[in-house]
Nanobody
Framework: QVQLVESGGGLVQAGGSLRLSCAASGRTFSSYTMGWFRQAPGKEREFVAHISWSGGRTYYADSVKGRFTISRDNAKNTLYLQMNSLKPEDTAVYYC???????????????WGQGTQVTVSS
């Protein structure tokens, strides 16, 4: 499995922006489909976005479409999530994850980071 470490979380006012990063190591980063998930208190972990190994294909949850952008830099072994127009309902722990198959389901992702807290104040 690939090892993943998230960074960039924090406190931001509604309407603001944050950029999350996920540094990967252990295996060839470009071999994995990468995804972002989030989990709010009392809620199940939910899909946010994923990106193919080449970066050519992306897919977003309806709740973040048009506001969030997923990208990857395979040369730097890093995944990104640019979050704009943040809302209080975006508050959650955000996790990056790696899979060998395209999926929107947490069970299909075999490697996970420890998560980074994003808090959006109203």
């Amino acid at each position: 499995q690939v090892q993943l470490v998230e960074s960039g979380g924090g406190l931001v006012q509604a309407g603001g922006s944050l950029r999350l990063s996920c540094a990967a190591s252990g295996r060839t980063f470009s071999s994995y489909t990468m995804g972002w998930f989030r989990q709010a208190p009392g809620k199940e972990r939910e899909f946010v976005a994923h990106i193919s190994w080449s970066g050519g294909r992306t897919y977003y949850a309806d709740s973040v479409k048009g506001r969030f952008t997923i990208s990857r830099d395979n040369a730097k072994n890093t995944l990104y999530l640019q979050m704009n127009s943040l809302k209080p309902e975006d508050t959650a722990v955000y996790y990056c994850a790696a899979a060998t198959r395209l999926s929107v389901y947490p069970s299909d992702f075999g490697s996970w980071g420890q998560g980074t807290q994003v808090t959006v104040s109203s």
